[in-house]
């Protein structure tokens, strides 16, 4: 089945600690994005990246990290410069010219607190 | 910058009731509107995706219609199923900044 795997469900982070959140995609798209939810708000753009070894920042990137090495994965690093981490942080993926011009897939959601 | 506004918030109703959802957006210059299904502690679920370019789109008992001119979309649902119940949101796309999330309607059904 082609979809979007993110791991881990959960997880724990201790202050002043790097963590990173795996996501990854077998839908051959091109386009992937990490998006930040909070409650009460809307998703937030973390970072995005629209081919292999490119990545871009998004409204809210301060003190997170990504890597665009192969196109099945795009990796988050929640570093311990990010203040407030806790959230629920979601991967997507789009194919085609432009952000979500064709159905957008996400994954089940990594859900971060910090202890 | 884009604003999409949900209304209602939160909807209660009976099974069996056709119920509208509502968005509206501030920009009009979008090339697409999505709507997503979330579950709690659970990622999205595209329901249906309407180019910039067409009124409407329908997939089973969920049909979705777009007026650009005047900002707004809204979600039918049909005979509505106690299994519909879930968060719905509204997304616009203007590009790969331009990605706009509505903050969605949490919908009950009551069997």
């Known amino acids: 089945d082609g979809g979007i795997t993110q791991s881990p469900k959960y997880l724990f982070r201790k202050e002043g600690q790097n963590v990173t959140l795996s996501c990854e995609q077998n839908l051959n798209h091109d386009a992937m994005y990490w998006y930040r939810q909070d409650p009460g708000q809307g998703l937030r753009l973390i970072y995005y990246?629209?081919?292999?070894?490119?990545?871009q920042k998004g409204d809210i990137a301060e003190g997170y990290s990504v890597s665009r090495e192969k196109k099945e994965s795009f990796p988050l690093t929640v570093t311990s410069a990010q203040k407030n981490p806790t959230a629920f942080y979601l991967c997507a993926s789009s194919n085609g010219q432009g952000a979500f011009n064709t159905e957008a897939f996400f994954g089940q959601g990594t859900r971060l607190t910090v202890v | 910058k884009q604003e999409v506004t949900q209304i209602p918030a939160a909807l209660s109703v009976p099974e069996g009731e056709n119920l509208v959802l509502n968005c509206s957006f501030t920009?009009?210059?979008?090339?697409?509107l999505q709507w997503f299904r979330q579950d709690p502690g659970k990622g999205l679920t595209s329901l249906l995706l309407i180019q910039s370019s067409q009124r409407e789109q329908t997939s089973g008992r969920l049909n979705a219609s777009l007026d650009k001119s005047s900002g707004r979309s809204t979600l039918y649902i049909a005979a509505s199923q106690p299994g519909d119940s879930a968060t719905y949101l509204c997304v616009t796309a203007g590009g790969y900044q331009k990605v706009t999330f509505g903050i969605g309607t949490k919908l009950q059904v009551i069997p």
């Open positions: 920009d009009s210059a979008i090339y697409n």
């Open positions: 990246s629209q081919i292999v070894n490119d990545f």
